[in-house]
């Protein structure tokens, strides 16, 4: 497509909060709000609004017949995988990558650390003038499975690289090597786990990790381990890691959980051993200027009609 054709696209920014946007093109504002910016029949590059809610995104899909991209502003496509029946064949299909890798990967680090070296027990301990002093767990000299090595994983483990781990082990959903080594696939989970101190699941949500953390997997960690997830809620059976939590064999500190948002009431709030925060990885300040940069970029490749980046599928 050319730059001086028209196309409509919908943003959930307005136009001139993204810098380095390509002329020709007609934008749209729309952030999940009840009424379309214009008819989704006319739109040709859909970017779908960030933490709306899965029936908001899709909302427009089965109107928009001349859609060609549809671009996620997540790591994940899980919230959009059910709309795709509507979409006709041929779209594409994009996710995020490259926005959520430093604010996802920081977090991990600090949910480990946080876990590990007591740190929710000494903020209780500050607002009830409690000194808790003693022994704790570090990061040093622990064996790490990072179960979920894409770009989020290896980021991941960018960031471990300082705390002089005894061993980190990769895993994703088939084995390949890397220059740090090899990759292993998710077969061999059953051999790998027992040797983690720390168990860190980056995963997509899909067929093959829905329930990867089940009953059978939590029990073959080793006593004491920590299971951190900044995948997504359902890669863990809750009701399978409220066992091994209340039984004190191992600790969590999840950024996901299922269900999500955690209501109140829920068992998993004070479970011992869990640390919960909000699904918080990667909306940070960071995510701002990389979600717009990867838009200006995606949209100039668009419209010079070469090819978009971040491909997950094409709808058939």
Known sequence: MSAQVSADVWLPFREDEVPGLPEGLDYRFWDGGPDFPADPADCAFYVVPYMKGANVGVRPFAQMTSVRVVQTLSAGVDHVQGGLASLRPGVQLCNARGVHEAST????????????????????????????????????????????????????????????CARVVRVARSARTTERGPVHPLAELPVLLPEADVVILSTPLNEATRGLANAGFLARLKDGALLVNVARGPVVDTKALLAELESGRITAALDVTDPEPLPQGHPLWHAPGVLVSPHVGGSTSAFWPRAKRLLAAQLTRFAAGEPVENVVLTTE
């Open 105 to 164: 990967a920081e977090l991990t680090l600090a949910l480990i650390l946080a876990s590990l070296r007591g740190i929710p027990g000494f903020v209780r301990g500050q607002q009830s003038e409690e000194w808790r002093s003693g022994f704790y767990p570090a990061l040093a000299d622990k064996n790490v499975l990072i179960i979920g090595y894409g770009s989020i994983g290896a980021a991941i483990e960018d960031r471990l690289a300082p705390f002089e």
